[in-house]
């Protein structure tokens, strides 16, 4: 683009532009990644700027009245296609926004619901979104009580597309959030890696073979329950969803200034999942997760913390990855197999579009 | 549809349908009219069953400690086109879910945004619309604390659609609802109905010829704290967006068992959207607000109320338009010009579809 055209499009524009990839948006800024963010920094941030935005977290904390602590979130789920081994559009509308509620330690209470419909839609189709829904909500001990739908054309949703909105409560003594990391802390992941992103691509036909992965995607706040049961000293906890867990923990790194290294040996990935990444030239750090969590506790807890989460339906595969380091700040690095040191990097640009 | 067909479409469907209008949803199901209290009572309502969605108001009220209560809504915008006179959709997307949170006379504290992009918009008319809904948040005193962005391919979001969650906290002493009309309280509303509705219709092009009508779209919290500080005998609030004043009306009438009895004479309507409303075979009364309530008050308490809504930005034209009967229960009738009395019904199908 031309000197000439960036003025022109700047004229319109309020809030600092153009993006960097140039006037108009790509996929890549739907995929968590550098994209993303840069959309977040340049575009969101400025004009809305306040702590809770500010924060970077999964919900934004608020304080409603003296002593009252809310985590607040919103997450819009244009997964394609609708259905997919493991599960749906339902299932993880509800759960991508209890789980982002849970990752402040906050106990989800309610959910709302906003749904755009497609003309054309088939009402079984919907009734069976909506039973997923509310199967995953009862899991989950949360109520669903306000909601929304609109209609729009023919070809205007691609069937249909769910925003679910959720609030929790954080109980008094819990403070979590992605600039708690300290050195000397223990990362910890509560399971297999990749299994949601390659599931909805093998559900498209895209992966030119048959697998038997299925999407983990699963309510986190039992879990998370658990955790915070046996000790108060986890300091972050994110969900790797869009973007993997090489794009969580390089927010997190840079969030709390700290270096988080990784150990590739103790990174779980299933044998299908790393067979199927390794043929499509994915790495398994980067691929979503929908029922996983990333935690980050102080290592004199953690194995009262492993304990707890293999206790769990969700997190009986819980393993220690890694662990929290001074210097270099706001790096992520891992031991790899072969015994190197190599820098992992944010998602730059869009490796699956729509997984969520 | 023959009932083979019937039979075959209840096989994957957990919920009872299918719908009247068939196995398919149609526009008419966004209209906020009948058919989309259908699909909330077939589809939605039996397995997501609780208090706050059962109670039917525009927010669902709920208690997260001992002496809070807080009113959580959400609404997904999908208004074509995204600009239009008077407003756009990142102003509507504040508005709408400002005033609904406000109509359980709740104070707005925080929203959040789930925005679903379309490929190859442009960045400048995202940053405009952004722009638009910190300006409305600015007015409104809310803060946006929690986000999200999904991008889908081109031609799958006409541009844009924004999603809007909030969070309000109830005053104590407040205790308003759409069940709480009683007989002889009075019907107010605020302003002249219609302008929205007909503005975006203007917008399109539809209308044929030329008008300087303008949406009201506008954020109404400002005037419920008036109107509470005047009086804590308002009864029932509501902002008539998608199927107007009448279909509004008739939601209150069923959930309070009451008839409300409007004056046609006193209905405020701008000549301009009067006559748009004449040429185009619409009734005012059915058509879309953004920036307007409807107030049921005791009867005792009018005046003052009254006094309190036109000292305001937004309520300087309020007017009393009816009355609370005692019967036909659940009933809304009409006085007409001509001095007949007609029955009112909700909206029926689809007049201007994406309105909002």
Request: net charge negative; with cysteine; hydrophobic share 45%.
């Amino acid at each position: 683009m031309n000197e000439e055209n960036q003025l022109k499009d700047l004229e319109g524009a309020v809030c600092p532009l153009p993006l960097s990839h140039g006037d108009r948006i790509v996929m890549g800024h739907g995929s968590g990644g550098r994209l993303s963010h840069e959309l977040v920094e340049h575009l969101f941030l400025p004009p809305f700027d306040n702590p809770a935005l500010r924060a970077g977290d999964d919900a934004g904390v608020v304080q409603p009245a003296p002593g009252i602590r809310l985590a607040v979130s919103i997450d819009s789920h244009v997964v394609s296609p609708l259905f997919f081994p493991g599960g749906d559009i339902g299932r993880l509308a509800v759960c991508g926004t209890v789980n982002d509620v849970a990752m402040l330690g906050a106990t989800p209470l309610y959910l709302t619901a906003g749904f755009i419909l497609e003309e054309g839609l088939d009402a079984s189709t919907l009734a069976r979104v909506v039973d997923s829904m509310h199967i995953a909500a009862q899991e989950a001990g949360v109520a669903i009580v306000a909601g929304d739908t609109k209609v729009v054309q023919r070809g205007n949703a691609d069937g249909l597309y769910i925003t679910t909105s959720g609030v929790g409560m954080i109980p008094p003594d819990v403070h979590i959030g992605g600039a708690l990391a300290r050195p000397g802390d223990r990362v910890i992941v509560s399971g297999t890696l990749g299994d949601h992103g390659i599931a909805v691509l093998a559900a498209r036909g895209e992966l030119g073979f048959q697998t038997e992965i299925e999407s983990d995607v699963a309510p986190l706040n039992h879990l998370v329950s658990a955790m915070l049961a046996a000790s108060r000293e986890v300091h972050v906890l994110r969900d790797p969803t869009r973007g993997g867990l090489a794009t969580t923990l390089n927010e997190i790194a840079r969030q709390s200034g700290v270096c988080i290294l990784l150990d590739e040996n103790s990174i779980p990935v299933r044998p299908a999942v790393r067979a199927a990444c390794e043929m499509l030239g994915f790495d398994p750090l980067y691929v979503a997760n929908e029922g996983k969590l990333v935690a980050i506790v102080a290592q004199q807890e953690t194995d009262k913390v492993l304990e707890a989460m293999r206790s769990t339906r969700y997190g009986s595969e819980s393993v220690i990855v890694g662990e929290v380091q001074a210097a270099p700040a706001k790096r992520v690095l891992m031991k790899t197999f072969i015994g190197t040191t190599r820098v992992v990097d944010v998602l730059a640009g869009e490796m699956l579009p729509r997984i969520c």
